[in-house]
């Protein structure tokens, strides 16, 4: 993946250039940082450990904390790093891995929020099918399938934008290394590159999101007709409230960075928003998982007594 530049190195202008918010900034995020690794690790080890958590759920559960873990260190031990430095340099490999795995992780992420709307579509629709429909085996093709394909859309984008020129500014508008801000770098036609951007992540993002509403909608649809349980149709309910936070807070800020049309003043903008879908919604996610899902909070109620 050689580009033929004279750029080696990118800048990373970051959040703000405000330098008395700099270390505000880091103990900020540094804080976040943590957060998430301790709510994101804390569900990973009970959904391996407690036998109890051993169903489809949770498997893709543990999926996504591992990909939220995962996605916010691509990003946030630079952004750190940064705050606290005047050297706010990537080279040019490491932007472009940065870019890769940045896509990879969040576009796996992406498609498995479907995945887990439909497991709970065969769960509360078709209960008797349910370990037949969802067994181990299915769950486990499911799960690689998408990181296969979450891979190998990321390696289109890094691949692509590897071979692109950069031969004048290499100042990043952008805490983190991304398809776009390197687009507006770029000295060549990028056309293909912003069609294949569009393109192919907008199907992705809006393909995911119209299949998760799917299974809702019909998963509602069923509550409200078949189901004569109140405690039924409330913790039915209460599981997909859970789940469709989650879909907010991850497609809400994807459509507007990617789909949206961009203009030469939201550079600024859609930093702020790159923030949520980044840094704030990873360390979200396990808080709305534990918070309304009983069976996990008493898992680690056990592993807690276990510990003491």
């Known amino acids: 993946m050689l580009n033929q530049t004279s750029v080696t190195e990118f800048f990373l202008l970051g959040v703000t250039d405000i330098q008395v918010l700099q270390p505000v900034l880091f103990v900020v995020f540094l804080t976040i940082y943590f957060l998430n690794l301790a709510g994101n690790g804390a569900i990973l080890m009970v959904v391996i450990s407690d036998s109890r958590l051993h169903s489809p759920m949770y498997f893709f559960l543990g999926n996504l904390s591992c990909l939220d873990i995962c996605y916010s260190t691509v990003t946030l031990p630079k952004m750190l790093e940064n705050f606290?430095?005047?050297?706010?340099t990537i080279s040019f490999s490491e932007c472009i891995s940065q870019l890769h795995f940045f896509h990879f992780l969040g576009s796996?992420?992406?498609?498995?929020?479907?995945?887990?709307?439909?497991?709970?579509?065969?769960?509360?629709?078709?209960?008797?099918?349910?370990?037949?429909?969802?067994?181990?085996?299915?769950?486990?093709q499911m799960a690689v399938t998408i990181w296969i394909i979450g891979f190998f859309h990321a390696l289109l984008h890094s691949v692509m934008t590897s071979r692109l020129?950069?031969?004048?500014?290499?100042?990043?508008?952008?805490?983190?290394?991304?398809?776009?801000?390197?687009?507006?770098?770029?000295?060549?036609?990028?056309?293909?590159?912003?069609?294949?951007?569009?393109?192919?992540?907008?199907?992705?993002?809006?393909?995911?999101?119209?299949?998760?509403?799917l299974s809702y909608f019909y998963i509602i649809i069923y509550l409200f007709f078949k189901t004569h349980s109140c405690s039924m149709l409330h913790k039915a309910l209460s599981t997909c409230a859970s789940h469709f936070m989650v879909v907010v807070l991850l497609f809400g800020p994807v459509f507007f960075i990617y789909i949206h049309p961009a203009s030469g003043s939201s550079m600024d903008r859609e930093r702020y928003i790159a923030i949520m879908y980044s840094v704030v919604t990873?360390?979200?996610?396990?808080?709305?998982?534990?918070?309304?899902?009983?069976?996990?909070?008493?898992?680690?109620?056990?592993?807690?007594?276990?510990?003491?």
């Open 84 to 88: 606290l430095s005047t050297h706010k």
């Open 108 to 140: 796996t992420e992406a498609m498995l929020v479907p995945v887990m709307a439909f497991d709970r579509f065969v769960a509360i629709c078709k209960p008797l099918h349910y370990t037949l429909i969802m067994s181990h085996q299915v769950c486990t």
């Open 165 to 213: 020129n950069f031969c004048g500014s290499n100042h990043i508008h952008h805490f983190f290394c991304d398809v776009k801000p390197l687009l507006e770098l770029a000295c060549g036609n990028t056309e293909l590159n912003e069609w294949l951007l569009h393109t192919v992540t907008e199907t992705i993002a809006m393909g995911s999101f119209f299949l998760t509403l």
């Open 282 to 308: 990873p360390v979200l996610n396990p808080l709305i998982y534990t918070l309304r899902n009983k069976e996990v909070k008493e898992a680690l109620r056990r592993v807690i007594r276990r510990n003491l």
